[in-house]
């Protein structure tokens, strides 16, 4: 499967990684800026004919790589890039880097998993700070520090667009994965976006998004919504989070179980951080919940 390339506006060109999936949809989109120097965001997977495509779009002249978080599909493709180019490459910080104190007490001290798609070997030679502007290549990038799919997670706006990564897509919700996903980040960063006008978000995943504030209204609905599924079910009696999944999700393939299950229990630490539940004993991936009151 070859990438696909695609001119969206002026100086903007889309890339998409030959990756498709039940979690990365069509394919890791990555975004090359300018016309003579360029700027990558999102390199993508570790796949050579994806490399060969963004060497041959660039002609090799990269003068930076931006990432907007460390998930394997995004940025494993990091370090044959500046290898072959030279380029710095820019980014929040490396995996660890934007967690809360709970979800980094919850990846020390108990069985709560979720690490898999993280990227550990990951390190930028350039930390952007949460509102940051740089000038690369003539292209002038904002970094929004957006934590919730994942700790480090930066969008990058330009042009009055936004770069959004894995926070925000069109073709489906975010994953929420504890540790590195938080869903009371999650819904700060939404509301963050949400307080700013921006023409269009171009996503990690799927197609452009034309009405940003829309999606962003949607999102956050989806997640009330299934905050409200998960008090309903736990007024019938304690439940764990495989439990709530099994309940809820009775309209997506058991396949996608497992990533639905990771979004519920981010929704019972959520719960729990607010005092309207809260697990038996130790919390982990297995606790069994119960509301408070």
Not at 14 to 30: D, H, M
Not at 108 to 123: H, L, M, N, Q, T
Not at 130 to 141: K, M, N, Y
Not at 190 to 205: D, N, T, V
């Amino acid at each position: 499967m070859r990438a696909m390339r695609e001119e969206l506006e002026p100086d903007l060109v889309r890339i998409r990684a030959p990756n498709p999936g039940p979690l990365t949809g069509t394919g890791t989109n990555t975004y090359i800026l300018g016309s003579a120097d360029r700027v990558v965001i999102d390199p993508g997977p570790d796949h050579d004919g994806h490399l060969e495509a963004l060497l041959a779009e660039t002609e090799g002249a990269i003068a930076a790589i931006l990432v907007t978080h460390s998930h394997l599909d995004h940025s494993l493709l990091v370090p044959r890039l500046k290898e072959a180019t030279g380029a710095d490459v820019y980014a929040f910080g490396p995996s660890g880097a934007g967690q809360s104190d709970i979800m980094r007490d919850l990846a020390k001290d108990s069985d709560i998993g979720g690490s898999e798609g993280a990227d550990p070997a990951f390190r930028p030679d350039v930390t952007l700070a949460d509102g940051e502007a740089v000038t690369l290549s003539g292209q002038t990038i904002r970094a929004l520090h957006t934590p919730g799919h994942f700790g480090n997670h930066l969008c990058f706006e330009w042009r009055s667009a936004v770069f959004s990564g894995d926070h925000v897509m069109g073709w489906a919700t975010t994953l929420v994965s504890p540790p590195h996903g938080d869903l009371t980040d999650f819904m700060a960063s939404c509301r963050r976006l949400a307080a700013s006008e921006h023409r269009i978000f171009y996503p990690g995943h799927g197609d452009l998004i034309s009405d940003p504030a829309l999606r962003l209204a949607e999102l956050m609905a989806h997640r009330t919504g299934r905050e409200n599924q998960i008090q309903s079910a736990l007024r019938d009696g304690p439940r764990t989070a495989r439990e709530l999944t099994e309940a809820i999700y009775t309209d997506v393939s058991e396949s996608l179980w497992p990533a639905a299950e990771r979004n519920v229990l981010a929704h019972l630490i959520d719960l729990t951080a607010r005092n309207i539940a809260a697990p038996e004993g130790l919390l982990t991936r297995h606790s069994v919940f119960s509301l408070k009151g």
